[in-house]
């Protein structure tokens, strides 16, 4: 049976996936087809239902969740980090709200994070890796940073203003902020969805236990940086809780979305499922 797995042109995708795209794990008689598309675009294609297995938003899940459970593993979660909101110059987060933020899609954890903590502020849609020029350029206030960007800020002048990582620790006890995870579609079945679960968790297994080789898989879509920058970028999202959420990573997700729902952000109320390997 052909399975598309679709995930973002990016190294800590593609170490995550590593161990299946080199055929370096069993396919328990599945052929695998890799669908890459940034996130904001493989979202609204969960939303439809394009994929068997998508990275989604933890954000657009809230939207998805009749089609698609949650895999166990796959996981982006910042442990104390995450997307931050830099400008030219220092300012109260307070002042969000009279600002204009370049944000990355409106379908992104970052954007719901930012959400929550002030729900009241002008944006304007960026790709992704554009937000830092815009800022620079003054076409916006400030930006709405992910991927690469929280390792490059300092060095181009940026001030941090907020990393939502941090703040939301510091609001739920130390809970890290979810921001990605891999979804499955509910009508392949309780049973298929578990043995894909399997072989997506023996694929992150995989990359973890041989770094090096899947660092140099990840270089691939590493978009001009350094072996040392996209070593410090996949550890930060591939580790060990993406491998298992967890307790503390479940609870998290439900508690972000009905964070949301309670500030009206999400139409509502979600009960986020799991499918895991056991």
């Known amino acids: 049976m052909l399975i598309h797995i679709a995930h973002s042109p990016d190294s800590d995708d593609a170490f995550m996936f590593y ?40 954000h657009a899940y809230a939207y998805l969740a009749d089609k698609y459970a949650l895999l166990g593993s796959g996981a982006s979660m910042g442990e104390n980090y995450g997307p931050m909101v830099v400008a030219k110059e220092s300012f109260p987060i307070s002042d969000i709200k009279q600002k204009l933020v370049a944000v990355p899609g409106t379908m992104t954890s970052a954007f719901l994070a930012l959400k929550i903590l002030e729900p009241q502020f002008e ?43 941090k703040w939301w620790a510091g609001l739920t006890g130390g809970l890290p902020l979810p921001l990605g995870g891999n979804a499955v579609r509910r009508n392949l079945g309780p049973e298929m969805m578990k043995k894909l679960a399997r072989i997506q968790k023996a694929s992150i ?28 970028f996949v550890g930060m999202y591939v580790n060990q809780r993406t491998l298992d959420y967890e307790a503390d990573g479940k609870k998290a997700v439900q508690l972000f979305l009905d964070m949301a729902h309670d500030k009206k952000l999400i139409p509502h109320k979600v009960n986020v499922q799991f499918v895991d390997s056991n």
């Open 205 to 232: 297994a995989y990359g973890l236990e041989h770094r090096k080789d899947g660092l140099a898989h990840a270089m691939k879509y590493a978009r001009g940086l350094s072996p040392e920058t996209a070593d410090t």
């Open 123 to 165: 944006h304007i849609v960026v790709p992704f890796d554009q937000i830092l020029d815009v800022v620079k350029e003054g076409k916006a206030d400030c930006g709405l940073i992910i991927h690469e960007g929280q390792l490059q800020y300092q060095d181009m002048g940026f001030k941090l203003i907020v990393d939502l990582g």
């Open 19 to 58: 161990g299946l795209a080199e055929h370096k794990v069993p396919n328990e008689g599945f052929t695998f087809e890799h669908v890459l598309k940034d996130i904001e675009t493989l979202n609204r294609e969960a939303m439809k239902g394009t994929y068997e297995i998508s990275a989604v938003s933890i």
